[in-house]
T-cell receptor, first 115, second 109 residues
Framework: SQTIHQWPATLVQPVGSPLSLECTVEGTSNPNLYWYRQAAGRGLQLLFYSVGIGQISSEVPQNLSASRPQDRQFILSSKKLLLSDSGFYLC??????????????FGPGTRLTVL | GDSVTQMEGPVTLSEEAFLTINCTYTATGYPSLFWYVQYPGEGLQLLLKATKADDKGSNKGFEATYRKETTSFHLEKGSVQVSDSAVYFCALRNNQFYFGTGTSLTVIP
């Protein structure tokens, strides 16, 4: 079965500092990968998705970026964090469009607090 | 475009009460439909799914039926427990995934 690992689990960073959140996938190859942000008490906001190595699509322009250096690795970064970047970041994976019924599977999330 | 609308929360129920969380969708073609559950401080877990009209997804006492005529996928449980307290997300998949905004459920003893 597919498993998503994320780290760190929690992170407290000052405004203006850089960010790197890592997500790795086990149990499947060539997955579609996604970064979501969930603000407190809110729904999911899709930030980035990737259909393959080096292929990144951005859904929301902001000071965050994503990279996919390996098939099963997806990284979320920022050069300078803002207070509004605080939230719960979720990495998710999914099999390609050939499997209509295939669900997304989620990692445990990273709680980021920017002070 | 495709979208999912689910009932506003929060919902508070007593233990053993009946639960319904409404979910309706807008989509072209024949999407797959999902319910996810998120316990405090955790990621989302798939609760159940249905891939075609009239399919019923079920898991852990929860059920939802894919109703194409009403474009709905309402989540139901006959008798909720305190351990069901969580946030529930309805979602659909066409070429992309679309999530509802989530409904918070609190079950009190």
């Amino acid at each position: 079965s597919q498993t998503i690992h994320q780290w760190p689990a929690t992170l407290v960073q000052p405004v203006g500092s850089p960010l790197s959140l890592e997500c790795t996938v086990e149990g499947t190859s060539n997955p579609n990968l996604y970064w979501y942000r969930q603000a407190a008490g809110r729904g999911l906001q899709l930030l980035f998705y990737s259909v393959g190595i080096g292929q990144i699509s951005s859904e929301v322009p902001q000071n965050l970026s994503a990279s996919r250096p390996q098939d099963r690795q997806f990284i979320l970064s920022s050069k300078k964090l803002l207070l509004s970047d605080s939230g719960f970041y979720l990495c998710a994976g999914g099999v390609g469009t050939s499997g209509r019924g295939n669900e997304q599977f989620f990692g445990p999330g990273t709680r980021l607090t920017v002070l | 475009g495709d979208s999912v609308t689910q009932m506003e929360g929060p919902v508070t129920l007593s233990e053993e009460a009946f639960l319904t969380i409404n979910c309706t969708y807008t989509a072209t073609g024949y999407p797959s439909l999902f319910w996810y559950v998120q316990y405090p401080g955790e990621g989302l877990q798939l609760l159940l799914k249905a891939t075609k009209a009239d399919d019923k997804g079920s898991n852990k006492g929860f059920e939802a039926t894919y109703r194409k005529e009403t474009t709905s996928f309402h989540l139901e449980k006959g008798s909720v427990q305190v351990s069901d307290s969580a946030v529930y997300f309805c979602a659909l998949r066409n070429n992309q995934f679309y999530f509802g905004t989530g409904t918070s459920l609190t079950v009190i003893p």
